[in-house]
């Protein structure tokens, strides 16, 4: 199987998270860098997409980190902790 799109980089300490039967997210994590990236494969098109930051809430865009947690609370994604470089 070979996917497509923007493949994130190899890391550790990332944090991968189900959306829907077809979809998983993952964000940050530390490789050749530390990283703040978040990015959704699509198990039915074999895709990769990076998905920007939004700031239309005046709300923080996360720093670059690893060893956080990642949740789905309803519809919103919960991000909490972790550390930065």
């Known amino acids: 199987m070979i996917s497509k799109g923007e493949i994130p980089a190899a890391r550790?300490?990332?944090?991968a998270i189900?959306?829907?039967?077809?979809?998983?997210?993952?964000?940050?994590?530390?490789?050749?860098?530390v990283y703040n990236d978040f990015k959704v494969y699509d198990y039915t098109l074999r895709d990769w997409k990076y998905i920007s930051y939004s700031n239309e809430h005046l709300i923080d865009i996360p720093d670059v980190r690893n060893g956080h947690t990642l949740n789905l609370w309803g519809d919103q994604l919960v991000l909490f902790a972790?550390?930065?470089?």
Request: hydrophobic share 35%; glycine share 24%.
């Open 12 to 15: 550790i300490n990332l944090r």
């Open 18 to 33: 189900p959306l829907d039967s077809s979809r998983f997210a993952v964000m940050g994590g530390i490789g050749s860098e």
């Open 82 to 85: 972790g550390g930065g470089p």
